[in-house]
């Protein structure tokens, strides 16, 4: 099993991703991870004896998070981030991850991976965190901005596999984000989206609203990608502003301080529980082979944790399973 981590992508690029790369290989030994990207910047970040699962592949090009996407691909193919897509394309690698810019992994993953045979359009799924520790599989949280009720069911059906195939969960619940729990509610398409899910074998249980979202009210969330961003963003403003205040109001008096030490292995506990690093990467469905995207913010621990969860997925034949249901009839 072989991973090609893109080293040069990210805000703390490269020496998180090599860091992050370092761990992994150690804790995964029956894995071969492939740092792609510039060979003296890596190689100025290996601050230890280089792990023999661990090996650099060198690309001349960086895609710039301020790069357009599909030019950047296109143009810039000796890029960290399209060797690492070549490197799945001609199957010398089983996965991908990148913290780089997200619209230009996206053209990698259509433009260079391939779409699967049968979707219309990839969805990217990241696992957000639940207060159960499980976490809610959620597609499409940015790929599209629109969708038909045909490609939300189709989001519906890849998300079912994945957390059957990669996470062996049973008959996961799939739910639709809408504005009601009520039948009735909704625009055109999401109405259309639940009489084709409601229809389905999947195992849909309804409207879910994004209040009830760390309460994990289903295992799948079925989206577009405009709601499904807006969600995301204000889950993670939301848990951003509260631990600042909670900072804030435990550091303003010694009661305050005291309270805060007695407090402090539950609020670590709770803020492990919520943090989407310990879930890894978003995995782009849809796409031909095993891609990624992590945080662009993302640390070594991140990286591990991604590197895992794609190990997990190759394991469970997760592209191979998406592609012999879509076209079984």
């Not at 502003?241 to 709770?270: E, R």
Request: glycine share 8%; net charge neutral; aromatic share 4%.
């Amino acid at each position: 099993m072989k991973i090609a981590i893109d080293a040069m992508g990210g805000d703390f690029a490269p020496k998180e991703m090599v860091a992050g790369a370092v761990a992994a290989a150690k804790e995964n030994e029956d894995v071969q991870l492939l740092l792609v990207g510039d060979e003296a910047q890596i190689k100025m970040h290996l601050t230890e004896a280089q792990p023999s699962n661990l090996h650099i592949v060198h690309a001349t090009e960086v895609i710039e998070s301020e790069d357009e996407p599909v030019r950047a691909v296109r143009r810039k193919k000796d890029s960290s981030m399209v060797v690492a897509g070549k490197l799945v394309k001609d199957k010398e690698a089983d996965a991908m991850l990148s913290a780089g810019n997200t619209g230009a992994l996206m053209a990698t993953g259509l433009l260079v991976v391939g779409r699967i045979p049968g979707i219309e359009r990839p969805a990217l799924a990241p696992l957000l965190p639940s207060l159960d520790g499980v976490g809610m599989l959620a597609l499409d949280l940015g790929a599209n901005m629109d969708a038909t009720p045909e490609q939300l069911y189709q989001y519906a059906v890849m998300g079912s596999i994945y957390r059957e195939r990669a996470q062996g969960m049973k008959a996961p619940r799939v739910g639709l984000l809408n504005v009601g729990t009520e039948d009735s509610k909704g625009n055109e398409v999401s109405k259309a989206t639940y009489e084709l899910l409601k229809q389905s074998e999947l195992n849909f249980v309804g409207n879910v609203e994004s209040k009830h979202m760390l309460e994990r009210p289903c295992d799948v969330l079925v989206c577009d990608g405009f709601a499904g961003n807006i969600m995301l963003k204000s889950y993670e403003g939301a848990a951003s502003v509260i631990f600042k205040q909670l900072k804030t109001s435990f550091t303003q008096s010694f009661l305050t301080k005291v309270a805060a030490a007695i407090m402090l292995p539950k609020l670590k506990g709770l803020k492990k529980t919520l943090d989407p690093n310990e879930f890894g990467g978003a995995l782009l469905l849809g796409v031909n082979g095993c891609v990624m995207k992590i945080h662009g913010s993302s640390d070594a621990r991140a990286v591990q944790a991604a590197v895992k969860q794609a190990k997990t997925a190759i394991k469970g034949k997760l592209i191979e399973s998406i592609t012999a249901e879509i076209n079984k009839e």
